[in-house]
Structures are given as structure tokens and as C-alpha cells.
């Protein structure tokens, strides 16, 4: 990889859409050599898959949360958390907390629910989301010598 590839890698995340007419001139390079590059991106597994980003607020999930947990039973938590439509993330983690779950819902008594459910698996800490500056994943990490 390298700082061209980054570049493409940066554009898709931001637009999963993007024209590879539009792409290749975004990183000053032929639409087949972008083809290209995007095409041996996509075979080494670096690009998994291509998504969209949904509006939660139209969907009526306009309270989000982090929860922070102390597990007791890390399998069923997981499975729990898996089968949830409300949960967006799961992460495992090591130290005192051992979950951190990030879920949308409509409304605080779904999220006081929610949490109700979960209890029997841990001890939960929820943190109530008041907005957020998502960013690309994928940040310049190449030498500019």
C-alpha cells in the first residue's frame, strides 16, 4: 500500500458511491489504474465491503448510548448483544470492563429496557450519546519524504 492507495481508501469511506471516473481524478490517476488498484484492494481483503450510512434519526432511533459493562457471563452477554436489533456495536475488551455496547433506540424506556434485559449478564454503566464527530477510519500514516 501506499499513499495513493490510502488516498483511495479515504474517498470510498467517505463515499462508498463515488464514480471511479470521479475517484481516479480525485487521486490524479487514469480510471483503469484506479479500476485497478480498487480491484487488488478489494482481492487482498483490505476492503471487505462497501456499506451506507444510515440516519438514525429517520428511523426513529434518536437515543443513543453507550454502556459500559462488567460481565458476569461474557458468552451469553455476546449472544445477547448479537441477537439485539438495537445494538450497532460489541466490543470485548480487556481490564475492569469487559464490554462496551453502543445501541440506538427510540425512546429512554426502550433503552431502560434494554439495559433491564442485559442485567442477568453484568453489571452495566450506561452513557447517554449528546452527539458525535465521526471520522474515516483510515488516516495518512505514510512518510511524506
Known amino acids: 500500500m ?3 492507495d490510502t488516498e483511495i481508501l479515504q474517498q470510498l469511506q467517505r463515499n462508498a458511491k463515488i464514480s471511479m471516473k470521479e475517484l481516479a481524478a480525485t487521486v490524479h490517476l487514469s480510471s483503469p489504474a484506479v479500476i485497478e488498484r480498487v480491484k487488488k484492494l478489494e482481492e487482498q ?12 434519526k429517520k428511523l426513529n432511533r434518536d437515543i443513543q448510548a453507550i454502556i459500559l459493562f462488567k460481565s458476569i457471563d461474557c458468552r451469553s ?5 448479537n ?12 481490564g475492569e470492563i469487559s464490554y462496551i455496547v453502543k445501541i440506538a433506540t427510540n425512546s429512554v424506556e426502550t433503552l431502560e429496557q434494554f439495559i433491564d434485559e442485559a442485567m442477568p449478564y453484568g ?7 449528546l452527539s458525535s464527530n465521526e471520522k474515516a477510519v483510515i488516516a495518512p500514516f505514510f512518510d511524506k519524504n
Do not use: W
Open 2 to 4: 501506499d499513499q495513493i
Open 45 to 56: 481483503g483490505i476492503i471487505e465491503a462497501y456499506s451506507a450510512k444510515v440516519n438514525l
Open 77 to 81: 452477554l455476546s449472544d445477547f448483544c
Open 83 to 94: 441477537a439485539h436489533p438495537d445494538v450497532l456495536e460489541c466490543y470485548r475488551v480487556a
Open 123 to 129: 453489571t452495566p454503566s450506561t452513557n447517554i450519546v
